[in-house]
């Protein structure tokens, strides 16, 4: 159930004309009072033929016009209104009970506490099935104006028990850092004008799709403008910006000018202070170039830096340093879904933009985020946007499958945190994620099953697999993923890893209980452990008498028995002997 307080008008005759009109998106059917402050004697003009929304009106605003002739001082948002709304798959009720329901939200926002006389004067109008109009003149009987602060927060709060004890859709408690919900106005003139999201949705997709490009704020603008968004900053005497709003092309109002929404009001994280706090908390490295000089690419090495994240969300929460370093990198993981999504293939880009798009709700909680603590993810996001080339299929499969654990893991925080949105954003995410997981796998499956080893070598490594993981042995061998897998522990072997130990490593980086397909899991982390070589001086003994091998040979031979061996058989062979 959804109660939205809208802001304070002046003109009650209006509002009461709209509620009981035929209504100008929604049909409004049978319009009629179903709880006043006073029933009795009340007119309601819905049921009664000789009651005009005049008198009603009149009757509403008789404590404002008496504060007004003697106070002297003309009240002018007087006016409260708030629709409530039940979810679609809630059952009917009946006016009765939305009757009681529009007495528990007066009595929670403060416009009529409980055994109060000298309340403001209120009704509720329904006409339709699943909400009704709460509509309340703010000034009290005695002339004094209630307190409506923060009357917001109670009424959820009061939306959430009557969710309980009529068992409706329960919805997640909200605190105050959700994105400003687009108005019944800007939905209609999206629709209007045949735009997919209202305008602050859409901005707010663009402001989150640039953070990973920009270095500071000044960076962050100019990008914005690049790319179409129509941008207006505030600048001191000095020039130092001071704030910014941003607009969509075409959305002007009645008068042809530009309407812009500046980044707090479109989410409480896109504010200028904490972009600036955000973007240059990432500590330029002594030597930018010695990552750059490495073998690896940006896709392995965000993959890196999600291995540190994962370790790290596990061992900090406690206390408020670790609870604001694990928040910080859970924002930065956001970052980094975006930038992924970004630079993925265009046939993957799809699940990973959903996932972004939702996992930002989980970016922000009421815990003040240490941005410095999340310089490594950072960093990575910022080299994925930057990199000219995209990624190889086995190093994609490895960033989307660690970028899931990191969506479990931050939603099992947030969860123990209390933080409910942000927990139920980043189990939305995770869906999302591991969609595109499957997708960015499948094409390293069909390579690996094709150069599956043969079967001796199989058992030989089942063996391994059973040795090292035995609780979740026979779910891996049991996967459709096992040949695959198998194909995985040969090829690290032969270069020089061992496959007993691999395994073992990789069930540490993640649990596999929940994992839905663990042999899927474990081929995505050993391809990347396992990317270097490592010392093994029997697979590299096995390794050198192939390649004397076939230097006699024509044919290349990679062990007596088969043409068809691969360099991790022979390491299996010597491994036997």
Avoid at 316 to 338: M, R, V
Avoid at 431 to 453: G, I, T
Wanted: hydrophobic fraction near 40%; aromatic fraction near 4%.
């Amino acid at each position: 159930m959804i109660a939205a307080i809208k802001r304070a008008g002046s003109n009650t005759r209006g509002l009461l004309a709209y509620l009981y009109g035929p209504g100008r998106q929604d049909e409004h059917l049978d319009p009629h009072l179903v709880a006043a402050f006073a029933m009795l004697g009340m007119p309601d003009p819905g049921r009664d033929e000789n009651a005009t929304l005049t008198q009603l009106g009149r009757h509403l605003d008789a404590p404002v016009r008496l504060r007004n002739s003697e106070f002297g001082q003309k009240v002018t948002d007087h006016v409260w209104h708030c629709p409530v709304r039940a979810a679609p798959e809630d059952r009917h009720l009946s006016d009765t009970e939305w009757g009681e329901i529009a007495q528990r939200i007066v009595e929670a926002a403060g416009i009529a506490p409980p055994g109060d006389d000298l309340a403001c004067r209120w009704i509720a109008v329904r006409h339709a099935d699943d909400h009704i109009h709460i509509l309340a003149t703010t000034v009290r009987e005695d002339g004094r104006r209630p307190k409506l602060h923060d009357s917001g927060i109670r009424v959820g709060d009061a939306c959430r028990q009557i969710e309980k004890d009529y068992g409706l859709r329960q919805l997640k408690q909200g605190d105050r850092t959700a994105a400003r919900r687009p108005t019944q106005a800007e939905m209609h003139k999206a629709e209007r004008l045949g735009w997919e999201q209202p305008s602050r949705q859409w901005l707010e997709a663009g402001i989150r799709a640039a953070i990973p490009h920009a270095r500071s704020a000044e960076e962050l603008l100019a990008y914005l403008e690049a790319e179409g968004i129509a941008v207006k900053s505030r600048r001191g005497p000095s020039g130092d910006l001071l704030g910014y709003a941003v607009g969509r092309p075409g959305d002007v109002n009645k008068a042809g000018e530009q309407i812009y929404h500046p980044g707090g009001k479109i989410a409480p994280d896109l504010s200028l202070p904490k972009l600036k706090t955000r973007l240059e908390s990432v500590v330029p490295e002594e030597h930018p170039t010695a990552r750059r000089n490495q073998p690896t690419t940006p896709w392995r090495q965000a993959t890196d830096a999600l291995d540190a994240f994962h370790t790290g969300l596990t061992e900090t929460g406690t206390g408020d340093g670790g609870d604001a370093s694990a928040q910080a990198q859970i924002a930065a993981l956001g970052e980094l879904i975006e930038a992924t999504a970004q630079r993925a293939p265009t046939h993957q880009r799809a699940e990973l933009h959903a996932a972004a798009r939702v996992f930002a709700r989980a970016e922000r909680s009421r815990i003040r985020a240490e941005d410095r603590a999340a310089g490594t993810l950072r960093r990575a996001a910022r080299d994925i946007v930057h990199t000219a080339t995209g990624p190889d299929g086995s190093a994609l499969a490895a960033l989307v499958a660690a970028l899931v654990w990191a969506a479990i893991l931050a939603g099992r925080w947030h969860e123990a945190k209390g933080h409910a949105q942000q927990a139920d954003a980043a189990r939305q995410a995770v869906h999302h994620l591991q969609a595109a997981a499957d997708s960015a796998l499948l094409p390293v499956l069909a390579e690996l099953e094709v150069r599956s080893p043969r079967e001796q070598a199989r058992l030989t490594l089942a063996s391994d697999v059973r040795n090292a993981i035995p609780d979740q042995a026979e779910r891996i061998l049991a996967d459709s993923a096992w040949p695959a897998l198998a194909t995985v522990l040969a090829d690290a072997e032969g270069r020089g890893h061992e496959p007993h130990r691999l395994l073992k490593e990789a069930a540490a980086q993640r649990e596999l209980v929940t994992a839905r397909q663990p042999a899927r899991v474990l081929i995505t982390r050993i391809q990347h452990t396992g990317h270097n070589a490592a010392t093994n001086r029997r697979a590299e003994a096995a390794r050198q008498r192939s390649t004397m091998a076939a230097g006699f040979s024509r044919q290349p031979q990679r062990d007596e028995q088969s043409p068809l061996a691969t360099v991790g058989e022979v390491a299996q062979q010597h491994r036997k002997r």
